[in-house]
Each structure stands twice: as structure tokens, then as C-alpha cells.
T-cell receptor, first 116, second 115 residues
């Protein structure tokens, strides 16, 4: 089991460029999440997908779009990158709320994004 | 609305001393509460969680936390700090209401262990 994988690990963009962050999980989890982590602000939820075929906005969705491609994959797209989007991005997955032990989130290693 | 407050962005303890990291929450529905740990340049991993049942929960690496509803707290403790405990710790609250799931993380507490 690889768990949650993210690509790329590191990316530098110029303002206005677009890119897609990829995330995949091999734990057959229903729910997937995208967070950004900034110093002193903890993790903030960008978007999440409670199940295949559904996506919902989190706390800070502006400037981002997501696609739940299938049960395994959940991508995050920046259409026109801005310096304010410089951050570390984490993908996570969980079994969902089908049972008591399925709400724990498992995190990927993160993508460090620098927007110049 | 729900929120999590972690008191102290940095905590320093001596090796062998008690570790106490504070977390208070606010929620209008029964919460699930978590502590995650993050080592440098890594993702978060679960230390422990409270869902239902016993209010004192034990996690990995000798950590434990007690859910106190009357105090709306979920503080993390460890009797004796080890150098390997140096990391950043995040408290998180998760609720599920009206078909919607909501997750909120605290801003984190960096633990420094002094030899």
C-alpha cells in the first residue's frame, strides 16, 4: 500500500500560469480532501469530495477547482496562479462517515508550490 | 460554526518532563476530535482520536488525551518527553450534520524538547 501519493513534490510557477496537483489513494476510501498549510494558520480546507462524483467547497476555495476523477484520484487545479497561492498543499483521504473508525484522515507527503 | 483553538504556538519542555498541549473547541453538534503530528517536511499522521465512548483516549508514542465536554477541551499529554517528540502538533475537530462533513484544524503547536 502506497497510501496517499501526491505529484509533483515541488513546483515553481509564474503569476498567471496554471497547473494541476495530482492526488491518488489506494485505500479504497470514499472521501478525499485538499488542504493548504501556511505558517501560523494551520491547515485550511480548500475542497473536499465526500464520495465519488461529489465535490464541495471548504474554507478557502477561491482560485481553485477540483475534479474527482474516480474513487482513487482527486486533482486540484490552479487556473491562474497568484503569489498568495504560494503554500504547501496536502491531499488526504478517509473512509468517510460510514462507520466509527472511518473518519481518520490519511495525508500525502505534500506539494510545495512557489508562485513568483 | 465550529472552531478549534490551540493555546501556545510554541511549547518547550525538558527531556523527561511532562508534555501538555492545549486544545479547546467549539461546536454545536457532537464532535469527533483528533490530534495529528507533523514532522519536518512530512504530511500529518494521526496520534489519537476521540469519537464516542471512553473519554480518555490513548494514542501512539505514549500520548493520551481526555475529552472534557464541560470544559470543551481535548488536551494532549505525555508523562515524559523524548527528543523524538519534537514536532508540530495539530488538534482537529470533525462534525457531520445535515449530510455535510466539516473539518477544522487548529493553527498548530510546535513542541521543542530540550536535552
Amino acid at each position: 500500500n502506497a497510501g496517499v501519493t501526491q505529484t509533483p513534490k515541488f513546483q515553481v510557477l509564474k503569476t498567471g500560469q496554471s497547473m494541476t496537483l495530482q492526488c491518488a489513494q489506494d485505500m479504497n476510501h470514499n472521501s478525499m480532501y485538499w488542504y493548504r498549510q501556511d505558517p501560523g494558520m494551520g491547515l485550511r480546507l480548500i475542497y473536499y469530495s465526500a464520495s465519488e462524483g461529489t465535490t464541495d467547497k471548504g474554507e478557502v476555495p477561491n482560485g481553485y477547482n477540483v475534479s474527482r476523477l474516480n474513487k482513487r484520484e482527486f486533482s486540484l487545479r490552479l487556473e491562474s496562479a497568484a503569489p498568495s497561492q504560494t503554500s504547501v498543499y496536502f491531499c488526504a483521504s478517509s473512509g468517510g462517515w460510514a462507520g466509527v473508525n472511518e473518519e481518520t484522515q490519511y495525508f500525502g507527503p505534500g506539494t510545495r508550490l512557489l508562485v513568483l | 460554526a465550529q472552531s478549534v483553538t490551540q493555546l501556545g504556538s510554541h511549547v518547550s519542555v525538558s527531556e523527561g518532563a511532562l508534555v501538555l498541549l492545549r486544545c479547546n473547541y467549539s461546536s454545536s453538534v457532537p464532535p469527533y476530535l483528533f490530534w495529528y503530528v507533523q514532522y519536518p517536511n512530512q504530511g500529518l499522521q494521526l496520534l489519537l482520536k476521540y469519537t464516542t465512548g471512553a473519554t480518555l483516549v490513548k494514542g501512539i508514542n505514549g500520548f493520551e488525551a481526555e475529552f472534557k465536554k464541560s470544559e470543551t477541551s481535548f488536551h494532549l499529554t505525555k508523562p515524559s518527553a523524548h527528543m523524538s517528540d519534537a514536532a508540530e502538533y495539530f488538534c482537529a475537530i470533525e462534525t457531520y450534520s445535515g449530510g455535510y462533513q466539516k473539518v477544522t484544524f487548529g493553527t498548530g503547536t510546535k513542541l521543542q524538547v530540550i536535552p
